[in-house]
């Protein structure tokens, strides 16, 4: 298998898997990199570390400051306490928190991913609506009536006495 195609193949498992970590793995959040494959990381317990990447994320996958990672802490070392399992994206990150495992701690950095919060709308607006968007549904035409009701008031007058084969009753 040619260079390409691992990476190919390394970047569409992560996009393409969601995963829910199980009881040896924790989340963390990535704080900074520190060269040589290592990420300075904040965990579920508020502990500071640094963790390496895996030959496999190398040069195909780059994590920002603040993206969640679920890590493995490894026996071995005293500097580089763990090893990255899995980069999270948001659909990932909602996918944890859907399944309750997501840590308290980085609670309102999931709310911050949620339709909601991008949106600035509350959630009662939604669940007025059955969980569908406002802007996907179609316009309210109650302020609409009204409006046409005046306008039709105000033409109603017959201020033109032209002869209109449409009116039933010609002048």
Known sequence: MSVASKRRHVIKKIQM???LPNEEQMI???LSSCGNNLLEVED????KYLVSMP?????????KRGQFVV???IKEGDRVRAEVEHILD???VLYIREHKQWPSKFEEDALKM???SKRN???SDLESHCGIDADMLPPDDSDDCSDDNESEEEYSGDENNEYNPNRSAAP
């Open 17 to 19: 898997e969601l995963v």
């Open 90 to 92: 948001e659909e990932n």
């Open 55 to 63: 030959s496999k994320f190398r040069k195909c996958i780059w994590v």
């Open 44 to 47: 579920e317990n508020s502990e």
């Open 28 to 30: 963390a959040r990535v």
């Open 114 to 116: 949620t339709r909601e």
């Open 71 to 73: 890590i493995v802490p």
């Open 121 to 123: 709308t509350k959630s």
